[in-house]
């Protein structure tokens, strides 16, 4: 793939996780990349990794101003040649109990993980369109299958494969190909983060939320720390990656797990009843499902 106008790939939320692992394999692979981050400290380290083939952009998917301006930076060294590729990646977890759980907080998520991809992918498709590139959106098995406490994640997730579904048709008739990449859980600082953001969510809620869920952070904080260290490698998220922009016939969607750990085809097959009691079994909630209210 090096040539004398190697292809051009723009990665959001490079800075760590699955982001940074596409742009260091695109790079080795011969693309020109473009990573976002939100901090200097992070541009510096990306680039000082990726060597001449990266560079870093300072962009913020909350951030319109931000996003026009990277799509300018994009455009001046692409030019006419178009965008190859763009890696919808940059997301933040939220959790907490939806009953309870701060509407700005559910906000912010949807802004993050839902309008910030859309507003991306709208910034660059002229671009896309000129080369008839690829777009890639990095959603999860939450995307699919919903677990307790992780309402805000798992609603961004569902729709954004909804926005991926619809964009794969719209733009079909312009050559322009939409993949999804849905991971299982992943060994990234994505863990330390949203933890730190589920402990600042807590402290928002009022006595009663830990009378009815405080169960439910107890395990949602065992089953963080146990994912956080059996979790996949985010390389095998990138191979996946990698082959959705350069195969010649992509998948329009990719699940990425360890062992199948999440069954999430079995799990999306069983009846809602079934699906919901084994979640909340595995989660060592179950029981509390049919209490009866004192």
């Known amino acids: 793939m090096v040539s004398a106008h ?3 790939l723009v990665v959001t939320g490079a800075s760590s996780g699955i982001g940074r692992a596409c742009a260091l394999r695109a790079a080795r692979a011969g693309w020109r990349v473009f990573g976002t981050v939100r901090r200097d400290e992070d541009a510096r380290a990306l680039e000082r990794e990726g060597g001449d083939a990266v560079r870093a952009l300072r962009m913020d998917v909350t951030d319109a101003d931000s996003i026009e301006a990277a799509a300018a930076a994009v455009q001046a060294e692409c030019g006419g040649r178009g965008l190859d590729g763009l890696v919808n990646n940059a997301g933040i977890v939220i959790a ?8 700005e907080d559910f906000r912010h998520q949807i802004e993050v993980n839902l309008v910030g991809p859309l507003r991306t992918s ?3 498709l002229p671009q896309l369109r000129a080369a ?3 777009i890639v959106m990095i959603t999860s098995i939450s995307g699919k299958v919903s677990y307790p406490m992780e309402g805000p994640y798992c609603a961004s997730k569902h729709a954004l494969e909804s926005i ?3 964009l794969r048709m719209e733009l079909a008739p312009s050559g322009v ?3 999804v990449v849905a991971p299982g859980p992943v060994r990234t600082p994505i863990w330390e983060r949203s933890r730190a953001r589920a402990a600042a969510v807590a402290r928002k809620l009022p006595p009663q939320a830990w009378q009815h869920y405080g169960s439910h952070y107890e395990s949602l904080e065992a089953i963080a720390e146990d994912l956080a260290r059996k979790g996949i490698p985010a390389d095998r998220v990138a191979r996946c990656v990698q082959h ?7 998948r329009s969607r990719y699940s990425v797990t360890f062992s199948n750990w999440t069954g999430e085809r079995a ?3 069983l009846p809602d009843s079934r699906r919901e009691r084994l979640i909340l079994r595995v989660m060592g909630l179950a029981g509390l499902r049919d209490r009866e209210p004192q």
Not at 96 to 103: A, Q, R
Not at 244 to 250: I, S
């Open 132 to 134: 008839r590139g690829r």
């Open 244 to 250: 959705a922009l350069e195969a010649r016939r992509p």
């Open 6 to 8: 190697p292809k051009h």
């Open 122 to 124: 709208q910034a660059l």
């Open 267 to 269: 799990l999306r097959l």
């Open 177 to 179: 190909g939409v993949s």
């Open 96 to 103: 907490g109990p939806l009953e309870y759980l701060p509407v």
């Open 164 to 166: 991926a579904q619809c």
